[in-house]
């Protein structure tokens, strides 16, 4: 079968060979490995690392056989910019000119947002009877007008009037919606003004599963033992954006407030970069327990990761976090690691019902702190939490379980076509 899978911003192959492939990445090697034919179209801009792969949309074949076509978009810097919208403009653009040249699909799994190039692929595909699905990861354009402020948000939604029609147009155009919770999936159908369907699903994110090689994994964990984060004390660890949707503020006033006895027995590791990275260095520079680590490839990640009491989860009550379980719970998880996070909704429900981590109140230092402190003395039962870790993983995050359920649902859309 020929399927199309179609994403802007993710990590790619060609990145590098130690990259840590993400939803659409998982769901084309797993689509790839089960025989069909799989064009995987990506971005020339990495947003990430906000690095160009290449200045022209460019064709290319994975070592498993993948083609690879990256959409040519300018530069970025910032998160919600001018510029990063004329880089989703360019994207759809050079899909519209790119796609009628290709073999055409049998289904096609499509990444929502961007907008413009969702609304590119649904009017591609509606031409020629071809099945797609959204796959909805973020609450655009409803999450762009949280970003005014609040007495000017009726104006942000007045002016995204178009990206509300076109949004709404593309979801009911597709074949299917496909979520990442529950509650994801609900937004896109009351966007279509119809009910749920034999075709929306919900697949949950899920991490890498491939595991490191001991050679890699022995040389990155002498590279934490360089920087003290040694076995012997109680290291939490994060691994992503450092970005101002994040309360790592709260995460740092609070391990000031501990005595220096605790704090010697304790580790907070950033892994990452983001708009608000120096800001926070400023703020922790008396603490070096404290640790901002830059990028680290997948197999520091991993050496990180095993020997972390715990994973950091600083992720704002803002509705679309509320309503999802973001890639970081399964990476967590999946490592065996109980989650500290202030997030209630759909993450706090599945702390409480697996018993997989501990919650304290967004920007409350003092029940942050408490925790910190319960880490630093032992009294946190850690066994019992990672237990539930485990446990949660292998009931909402096994990614081998998750994308081959996923590439199974795409492979009877597609089936019609193919015969």
Not at 34 to 59: S, Y
Not at 258 to 285: H, I, N, S, T
Not at 361 to 366: I, K, L, N, Q
Request: with cysteine; hydrophobic share 45%.
């Amino acid at each position: 079968m020929k399927i199309w899978t179609i994403v802007v911003g993710e990590p790619s192959p060609v990145d590098g060979s130690d990259t840590r492939l993400l939803r659409t990445g998982l769901l084309t090697r797993c689509l790839r490995a089960r025989g069909h034919d799989v064009t995987w179209f990506n971005g020339t801009f990495d947003h990430a690392t906000k690095t160009e792969r290449f200045n022209q949309t460019t064709i290319q074949t994975d070592a498993d056989g993948t083609t690879l076509i990256f959409l040519h978009g300018r530069p970025y810097a910032g998160h919600v910019s001018l510029p990063r919208i004329a880089n989703h403009i360019d994207g759809a653009r050079a899909f519209a000119e790119i796609a009628p040249k290709l073999p055409a699909p049998d289904v096609i799994a499509c990444s929502y947002p961007t907008i413009e190039l969702a609304a590119a692929v649904a009017e591609y595909a509606r031409a020629r009877d071809i099945p797609f699905i959204l796959d909805l990861r973020d609450l655009w354009p409803d999450m762009i007008a949280e970003v005014a402020p609040k007495p000017l948000r009726w104006l942000a939604r007045l002016l995204m009037a178009p990206w509300y029609k076109s949004a709404r147009k593309s979801m009911r155009a597709a074949s299917g919606l496909v979520g990442f919770a529950g509650p994801y999936l609900d937004w896109g159908l009351k966007k279509t003004g119809r009910a749920h369907g034999p075709n929306d699903r919900v697949f949950h994110l899920a991490a890498d599963p491939q595991p490191v090689d001991a050679e890699s994994l022995n040389a990155s964990a002498a590279y934490w033992d360089a920087r003290g984060i040694a076995a012997d004390t109680v290291n939490l660890a994060f691994a992503g954006m450092i970005s101002p949707r994040h309360d790592f503020t709260t995460l740092i006033d609070a391990f000031r407030r501990l005595p220096p006895e605790k704090r010697a027995r304790l580790r907070m590791v950033f892994c990452g970069r983001g708009e608000v990275e120096d800001a926070l260095k400023f703020r922790a520079a008396d603490m070096p327990e404290i640790l901002f680590a830059g990028w680290r490839n997948r197999a520091e990640i991993a050496a990180l990761l095993a020997r972390a009491a715990a994973g950091l989860l600083p992720y704002r009550n803002t509705p679309d976090f509320l309503m999802s379980f973001p890639n970081k719970i399964g990476e967590y998880t999946g490592a065996g690691l109980p989650v500290i996070t202030p997030l209630g909704g759909e993450v706090g429900r599945l702390i409480e019902t697996e018993n997989c981590g501990i919650v304290y109140r967004e920007g409350d230092v003092e029940s942050c702190a408490q925790i910190l402190a319960a880490l630093a003395d032992g009294t946190v039962d850690l066994a019992a939490l990672r237990a539930g870790a485990r446990a949660a993983y292998s009931r909402h995050f096994d990614a081998e379980k998750i994308y081959a359920a996923y590439a199974g649902f795409l492979e009877s859309q597609g089936t019609k076509t193919a015969a």
